[in-house]
Each structure stands twice: as C-alpha cells, then as structure tokens.
C-alpha cells in the first residue's frame, strides 16, 4: 500500500491554499548553504537510467545537466556557488551556497526579508524554467513536480554527511526513496 501524506489546507483571503513547505523562521535569500531535491512529475524516469552503480543521462539529463552549470554564471549578483550535485533517472540532487549579496546584506542588521526573485526559490524556478523549456521539445510529457525540497545547512559536518550522500546516490539507487523498478 502507498503512503498517502496529506496537507492541512489553509484559507488565504477566503480561498484554500496549499502551506509553503519552506521554513518560515528563515529568509531563503540568506547566505548559507542549501541541499535541494527536484522530482520530476509523478517520479518518471526522463533523465536517464544507473547501469552497473554509474548515472547514464539521457538527452533531457543532460539538459538538466548543462543548466544547472549555467544556473551560476546566469547569476552573478546573487554570489551563488555550486556544491555536489548529481542527476539522477527521476530527480536531482544538489548543495547550492548563497553568498553575500546586495540582496541579503541587510537581513542579519534588521531581519527584513527580501524580494523573491533573489532567492533558492528564484533559483530552482529558473532551472527548472530552462530545463522544462528544452525538455518539453524532446518529450512533451516531461514535468517537475510542483515543490521541490530544502534543506537549510547548517554546518560542516552536515555539509560533509550531505555531499557524501549526493556523491554516493548512484551506487545506493535501489535503496533510494526516489526509485523507480
């Protein structure tokens, strides 16, 4: 049997919603590191298959590949940095570190919190963006799920369990939460 997991609906201006599954206590343009996951819709494996403990990207993984690499040079003003990373056949993996910016310079003096299209949700927007737009030319099915995961990290010991853990997802694929026989 399937794990159901369901959401408490809030109301918004009279209209149900769907709470963020973001930390409300943190402003996600703050500089630190972050572990995210991205799932394709419904976990389909568009990205390409692990043979023999080693990712084989598909044409869409290597999209998915090319603009998550183009994800840092698209934002210099946000002072992003690329940690390990990895494409699997139906998710994605990766440690993005947020740096000192212009958009975050003031949220530790007065705990404001900042637009958001200068933070890790503008950022996974954007690839996810660019990545759906290309895919879409090779299989029109292709799709994200509509969140993606996050996890805010907190130090390097947990910096380090976490990029072991990217590192090693091929080799572990059949005992992965994500994958799919």
Known sequence: MKNHYFCVMEKYQNQYRIPSARASWWNYAAESAYFITICTYERECFLGNVIEDEMILSEIG??????????????????????????????????????????????????????????????????K??????????????????????????????????AEYIVNNPTKWSEDQFYAK
């Open 62 to 127: 290597i999209i998915v590949l090319r603009e998550w690499m183009n994800t840092f040079n698209m934002r210099p003003d946000m002072n992003i940095q690329q940690g390990e990373f990895v494409v699997m056949p139906n998710h994605f993996h990766a440690i993005v570190v947020i740096g000192e910016n212009e958009y975050n310079r003031q949220i530790t003096s007065s705990n404001s919190f900042s637009p958001q299209s200068n933070n890790l949700a503008a950022i996974v927007r954007g690839f």
């Open 129 to 162: 963006s660019a990545v759906t737009h290309q895919a879409k030319s090779i299989h029109s099915a292709f799709a994200w799920q509509t969140r993606f995961y996050d996890h805010i990290i907190r130090n390097d010991t947990e910096y380090q369990r976490i």
